[in-house]
């Protein structure tokens, strides 16, 4: 049978299954952690530019662009609130499927859960199943490429789950999804491409929302895709793809981010600012950053003079001279503040980022990283360091709370954040009402 035949089998099977105590309250979790993402997201360049072509473009609809007091149909909202929720890389993350799951799924749940009338324990079913066939498809591939490739499978899952699509159309909208996916391979493993620079593009995660609900919403019309797409065992790992699937529970195995930049940035970054509290060290007396890592932070374009707001989020050195001169929260969020600071250039010049085998050898199991300052004649070396908020150390609800505070704090007041955080422990508590009325009526920043 095709793959994407049984992946259709699986989401209908799963419509009005009772999720467990640990998906639901895993779901509740990573909609806290994407909304403090996407609100802190909201005046990033990349959603200003994404609403504005948004509205000139599918003009029509009632389903909120969160914060912003303007509402588009199904694939226009997906697309603005994907691309606010993915603007600062605050969104969670999936080892496995080396990927972004989150920012995908969610917001295309909350808009077909508005849109169909959906109950609270739906909603949380559609995000699980959506996290579970996304991240399905992304482990299974044979090559490397980015969240876009793949986590429109998701999307397609999710809304599928939620508009009771018939298990023979959703099978054709994976297909049409697949196909339709934004071509990614541009940054993709191998010599023949340059390492990855920053861009508002986000890895097509909001692009492929917005082909993925055409997908599904063109297979209910009747629309055919190449059935067979993910049967080439060149490119994808066949055996386990599906055998598995509602009892992998990947939503339960994600990774939460701290500092809006890359995660290839995050090792380096907390090993550094160990050293920098331990030491007490004057960022301007450092002679020399040495970062040893591992090759995937190597693929990053690392630039000492990022070329804007987004490409900073991919600069080891631009990120280390942030943490060095602004301290621990510099990257909490990030703002266009940041661009071209030449305090910040001064000690991103004096990064170097080289390959250790030996922590390259645990890569992408584990990110780690070693850092070594040189300052007043003397090296400090930090442990190696692996980022805060891994799947086996996840944060609390506390600390979930506590991130969404520090990420708005440009964008939100604190009676706003407030609303924002109350009527997300109600979702917690069994009611997703109060969540969508904020997304419809709470404006933040310049939205």
Same mark, same amino acid.
């Given at each position: 049978?095709?793959?994407?035949?049984?992946?259709?089998?699986?989401?209908?099977?799963?419509?009005?299954?009772?999720?467990?105590?640990?998906?639901?309250?895993?779901?509740?979790?990573? +909609?806290?952690?994407?909304?403090?993402?996407?609100?802190?997201? =909201?005046?990033?360049?990349?959603?200003?530019?994404?609403?504005?072509?948004?509205?000139?473009?599918?003009?029509?609809?009632?389903?909120?662009?969160?914060?912003?007091?303007?509402?588009?149909?199904?694939?226009?909202?997906?697309?603005?609130?994907?691309?606010?929720?993915?603007?600062?890389?605050?969104?969670?993350? /999936?080892?496995?499927?080396?990927?972004?799951?989150?920012?995908?799924?969610?917001?295309?749940?909350?808009?077909?859960?508005?849109?169909?009338?959906?109950?609270?324990?739906?909603?949380?079913?559609?995000?699980?199943?959506?996290? %579970?066939?996304?991240?399905?498809?992304?482990?299974?591939?044979?090559?490397?490429?980015?969240?876009?490739?793949?986590?429109?499978?998701? +999307?397609?899952?999710?809304?599928?789950?939620?508009?009771?699509?018939?298990?023979?159309?959703?099978? /054709?909208?994976?297909?049409?999804?697949? +196909? @339709?996916?934004?071509?990614?391979?541009?940054?993709?493993?191998?010599?023949?491409?340059? &390492?990855?620079?920053?861009?508002?593009?986000? %890895?097509?995660?909001?692009?492929? !929302?917005?082909?993925?609900?055409?997908?599904?919403?063109?297979?209910?019309?009747?629309?055919?895709?190449?059935?067979?797409?993910?049967?080439?065992?060149?490119? $994808?790992?066949?055996? @386990?793809?599906?055998?598995?699937?509602?009892?992998?529970?990947?939503?339960?195995?994600?990774?939460?981010?701290?500092?809006?930049?890359?995660? /290839? +940035? /995050? @090792?380096?970054?907390?090993?550094?600012?160990?050293?920098?509290?331990?030491?007490?060290?004057?960022?301007?007396? =450092?002679?020399?950053?040495?970062?040893?890592?591992? !090759?995937?932070?190597?693929?990053?374009?690392?630039?000492?003079?990022?070329?804007? $707001?987004?490409?900073?989020? $991919?600069?080891?050195?631009?990120?280390?001279?942030?943490?060095?001169?602004?301290?621990?929260?510099?990257?909490?969020?990030?703002?266009?503040?940041?661009?071209?600071?030449?305090?910040?250039?001064?000690?991103?010049?004096?990064?170097?980022?080289?390959?250790?085998?030996?922590?390259?050898?645990?890569?992408?199991? %584990?990110?780690?990283?070693?850092?070594? =300052?040189? =300052?007043?004649?003397?090296?400090?070396?930090?442990?190696?360091?692996?980022?805060?908020?891994?799947?086996?150390?996840?944060?609390?609800?506390?600390?979930?709370?506590?991130?969404?505070?520090?990420?708005?704090?440009?964008?939100?007041?604190?009676?706003?954040?407030?609303?924002?955080?109350? &009527?997300?422990?109600?979702?917690?508590?069994?009611?997703? &009402?109060?969540?969508?009325?904020?997304?419809?009526?709470?404006?933040?920043?310049?939205?």
């Amino acid at each position: 049978m095709e793959v994407v035949r049984e992946l259709a089998a699986y989401v209908a099977a799963a419509d009005g299954q009772v999720l467990t105590d640990a998906q639901r309250d895993a779901a509740c979790r990573c +909609v806290l952690d994407l909304v403090a993402a996407a609100a802190a997201g =909201i005046d990033a360049p990349g959603p200003r530019a994404v609403r504005k072509a948004a509205i000139l473009t599918m003009a029509g609809g009632a389903l909120p662009i969160w914060f912003s007091g303007q509402a588009l149909g199904l694939a226009g909202a997906i697309w603005c609130n994907t691309a606010a929720a993915a603007a600062l890389d605050l969104d969670d993350g /999936h080892r496995i499927a080396r990927g972004h799951p989150g920012a995908a799924v969610i917001p295309a749940a909350f808009a077909a859960a508005q849109e169909q009338g959906a109950s609270t324990e739906e909603l949380l079913q559609a995000i699980v199943v959506g996290y %579970e066939v996304g991240v399905a498809v992304g482990a299974a591939r044979r090559f490397y490429a980015n969240t876009g490739m793949w986590s429109g499978y998701g +999307v397609v899952a999710a809304l599928g789950l939620l508009r009771h699509t018939r298990a023979g159309q959703l099978a /054709h909208a994976f297909a049409i999804a697949g +196909v @339709g996916a934004p071509n990614q391979l541009h940054a993709g493993a191998g010599p023949a491409f340059r &390492a990855q620079e920053g861009s508002d593009v986000k %890895e097509g995660i909001p692009w492929s !929302g917005v082909t993925a609900a055409n997908a599904l919403l063109l297979a209910e019309s009747g629309h055919s895709g190449p059935l067979a797409l993910l049967n080439d065992h060149k490119h $994808f790992r066949l055996e @386990g793809l599906v055998e598995g699937l509602g009892r992998q529970n990947y939503i339960t195995r994600n990774y939460v981010k701290f500092h809006a930049c890359c995660r /290839h +940035v /995050h @090792g380096p970054l907390e090993a550094l600012l160990g050293l920098l509290a331990q030491h007490r060290c004057d960022p301007q007396r =450092i002679e020399a950053i040495e970062v040893e890592t591992y !090759g995937g932070a190597l693929r990053i374009a690392n630039r000492p003079r990022p070329e804007g $707001f987004t490409d900073i989020q $991919f600069s080891i050195p631009y990120c280390l001279g942030l943490a060095a001169v602004d301290g621990p929260d510099a990257l909490l969020p990030l703002t266009e503040a940041a661009v071209g600071r030449p305090d910040v250039v001064a000690v991103a010049e004096r990064v170097s980022v080289r390959l250790d085998p030996e922590l390259d050898a645990r890569f992408p199991a %584990e990110t780690l990283s070693r850092v070594r =300052i040189r =300052i007043d004649g003397r090296t400090l070396v930090s442990p190696i360091t692996a980022p805060s908020g891994e799947a086996d150390a996840p944060p609390s609800w506390l600390e979930l709370e506590d991130k969404l505070r520090k990420a708005t704090r440009n964008v939100a007041n604190p009676s706003q954040q407030d609303m924002l955080l109350d &009527a997300l422990n109600k979702l917690r508590d069994g009611d997703h &009402a109060p969540l969508q009325e904020v997304f419809r009526t709470l404006r933040l920043g310049q939205a």
